[in-house]
């Protein structure tokens, strides 16, 4: 999670997956990938690597802060670990062809407005990867244009209740 700030809003960069990926196509993600054994010391180097061939991302430039809890996502049992990175400024930044389709990011605040958040409930049935419940919440930040919802918007959630306290 790539935080910068512009005009004194707290901005999150987040990328749009190709159709053609063979997983979480055409979703809102944030940058990051797969640990490789081969080239990764910790999943905070994969993180860094990830981000830097996704969109170009000088891991020099990113000062982590912060390692969020890690989760599951539902229906391909991924476990994620998520970073949170401060940048200096706007980065310039340059989508890998193939691994994104887009690359935006959005203001703290816009995430933070009620018009922009929801929660629905949802039964998850067995055999998608997490326990089976009844009645999970599923969170949706709906921006101009992309709805983010699944493993970004949970974290994304997870993210502002820790720095607002207030969802």
Do not use: C
């Amino acid at each position: 999670m790539a935080l910068f700030e512009e005009d004194g809003e707290t901005r999150v960069i987040l990328t749009k997956r190709p159709d053609t990926m063979p997983s979480h196509q055409g979703e809102i993600a944030f940058p990051g990938g797969k640990f490789d054994d081969s080239a990764d010391e910790s999943l905070r180097d994969a993180a860094l690597r990830e981000a830097q061939e996704e969109i170009g991302l000088d891991p020099a430039s990113v000062e982590i802060v912060g390692e969020l809890d890690s989760l599951v996502t539902v229906m391909d049992r991924f476990l994620l670990t998520p970073f949170v990175g401060l940048l200096s400024g706007r980065p310039s930044l340059e989508p890998h062809a193939t691994e994104v389709v887009s690359v935006f990011d959005v203001g703290l605040s816009e995430l933070l407005d009620e018009a922009t958040f929801r929660e629905e409930r949802w039964d998850v049935p067995a055999g998608v990867g997490v326990t089976p419940g009844r009645n999970r919440p599923i969170h949706f930040y709906e921006l101009p244009g992309e709805t983010v919802w699944g493993a970004t918007a949970r974290i994304l959630t997870r993210f502002l209740e820790h720095l607002t306290s207030t969802r």
